[in-house]
């Protein structure tokens, strides 16, 4: 069976030993590199495809969540960190597992069995996202393809959703984090809990604000980074 390749993205030097040290006592995992910040891990990820990130939150340069929400594909990512309050926004963003600092052994080996049970159950597939340019929702009762480069935002509606595009508008029962799972990270970005956008339609920002088409969309007190980062 072939080893599942990690990196660690960590500044305090005590853990990056210490995960290096459960790592190695991981049959099936294997350490490619550690990182002490987000921009460094950005640079090699861009030649080199790993299966799991081990990633702290508060690191220099890049945050750990502004550093997730830009990967176009991520890996598996086990968060790392002395910090619980942000356990919540790390499963919105799809995160496997979350450790709390400092952590044992017993505790690291359920984080990365889950991540090695959902890869045998649903290999990753690193093309499939860019493939597609399009996506179908259920639109009164029918399926309704909707291409990707004609959405221009997305709005929350309690249990249903809003998607606005350049032709029409529909709504769909659904969630916006579901919705948001089928969209291209590269192509959209969540800027509002309420919010999803398309990055190429946006005409202008400020730091409270998007303008597209005329319409001006709030930017979310925990989501300013995102536009820093555009």
Same mark, same amino acid.
């Given at each position: ?8 993205? =960590? ?15 991981? @049959?099936? %995992? ?14 090699? %990820?861009?030649? +080199?495809? $790993?299966? %799991?990130? !081990? ?5 220099? *340069?890049? *945050? ?5 929400? &830009?990967?176009?594909?991520? @890996? ?12 919540? /926004?790390?499963? +919105? ?8 600092? @400092?952590? #044992? !052994? ?9 991540? *090695? ?5 649903? @290999?990753? &597939? $690193?093309? /499939? ?6 996506? !179908?929702?259920? $639109? ?9 480069? =004609?959405? %221009?935002?997305? #709005? ?8 606005? &595009? ?9 969630? &916006?984090? /579901? ?6 990270? +590269? ?20 730091? /409270?604000?998007? #303008? ?13 980074? $995102?536009?820093?980062?555009?």
């Amino acid at each position: 069976m072939s080893k599942m390749k990690c990196i660690i993205v =960590e500044d305090e030097p005590l853990a990056v030993k210490v995960l290096s040290d459960y790592i190695a006592q991981v @049959p099936f %995992l294997e350490l490619h590199g550690s990182f002490k910040d987000a921009i460094l891990a950005t640079d090699y %990820l861009r030649s +080199n495809i $790993v299966d %799991l990130i !081990f990633l702290d939150i508060h690191l220099p *340069k890049l *945050k750990g969540m502004a550093f997730l929400r &830009t990967l176009t594909n991520p @890996p598996a990512i086990v968060i790392t960190t002395a910090y619980h309050q942000y356990a919540v /926004e790390g499963f +919105n963003l799809n995160v496997t597992d979350y450790l709390l600092k @400092p952590f #044992e !052994f017993e505790r690291f080996l359920v984080a990365v069995t889950k991540v *090695k049970t959902a890869q045998t159950e649903k @290999p990753r &597939t $690193v093309d /499939e996202p860019e493939a597609r340019d399009y996506l !179908f929702l259920n $639109v009164q009762k029918k399926k309704v393809k909707i291409l990707f480069s =004609e959405i %221009l935002y997305i #709005e929350s509606q309690r249990e249903y959703i809003k998607i606005v &595009t350049t032709k029409k508008e529909y709504i769909s029962k659904m969630s &916006t984090h /579901e919705i948001e799972s089928l969209l291209p990270s +590269n192509l959209f970005k969540r800027i509002h809990r309420s919010f999803i956008v398309s990055i190429s339609k946006i005409e202008s920002y400020t730091a /409270e604000a998007v #303008e597209m088409s005329g319409v001006s969309i709030p930017i979310g007190r925990g989501y300013k980074d $995102v536009i820093d980062h555009l």
